[in-house]
């Protein structure tokens, strides 16, 4: 079964604290990618990945990193987590034709 | 990317079908139209798409006028499961990333 997995799935934390959020997908896609979603901003590209070691900005990059060291990995990378990054981030992956989501990541940040 | 022009909300009532209108009057001819979904806070699922057939598959029907200039989602038998988030999106072939909008708030009532 096709399958993106995020962890965790729910992180409150403070200012400052760096976290990662990993994502990790079975079906050996080269284009992996990170949403985040806010209420009445939608869901808005953070970073995205073509293939092992290629990575790039998306749309809303700032206060975020990403790695792409292995096929199915991707994560995302708070160096130090602001409150204005309280969301809800998904990751993806897949093909140009249909693309899988992950079940999504409630952070709060205090 | 073409944009998308999508009504806020539309209710349908339970064994009905259902038909998500979608504008992309600045479609070029490289580009397709892709439905995605998103049921509460879940990650988006993938319906479908299409060039300019009309396409069906195990879950909607894709109708796409001829001049391209607006499309037709169809659940042909809607469920309360079937409650969701639609987004319509159009993008080149070939491409990977998804731009969406507000999408159309489905409520399918009993």
């Known amino acids: 079964e096709a399958q993106v997995t995020q962890n965790p799935r729910y992180l409150i934390t403070v200012t400052g604290k760096k976290l990662t959020v990993t994502c990790s997908q079975n079906?050996?896609?080269?284009?992996m990618s990170w949403y985040r979603q806010d209420p009445g901003l939608g869901l808005r590209q953070i970073y995205y990945?073509?293939?092992?070691?290629?990575?790039d900005k998306g749309d809303v990059p700032e206060g975020y990193k990403v790695s792409r060291k292995e096929k199915r990995n991707f994560p995302l990378i708070l160096e130090s987590p602001s409150p204005n990054q309280t969301s809800l981030y998904f990751c993806?992956?897949?093909?140009?034709?249909?693309?899988?989501f992950g079940p999504g990541t409630r952070l709060t940040v205090l | 990317d073409a944009k998308t022009t999508q009504p806020t909300s539309m209710d349908c009532a339970e064994g009905r079908a259902a038909n998500l209108p979608c504008n992309h009057s600045?479609?070029?001819?490289?580009?397709?139209v892709y439905w995605y979904r998103q049921i509460h806070s879940q990650g988006p699922q993938y319906i479908i798409h299409g060039l300019k057939n009309n396409e069906t598959n195990e879950m909607a029907s894709l109708i796409i006028t001829e001049d391209r200039k607006s499309s037709t989602l169809i659940l042909p038998h809607a469920t309360l499961r079937d409650t969701a988030v639609y987004y319509c999106i159009v993008r080149p072939g070939g491409g990977y990333k998804l731009s969406f909008g507000a999408g159309t708030t489905v409520t399918v009532r009993a």
């Open positions: 079906m050996n896609h080269e284009y």
């Open positions: 600045t479609i070029s001819g490289n580009e397709y």
């Open positions: 990945s073509m293939n092992v070691e290629v990575t």
């Open positions: 993806a992956a897949g093909g140009s034709n249909e693309q899988f």
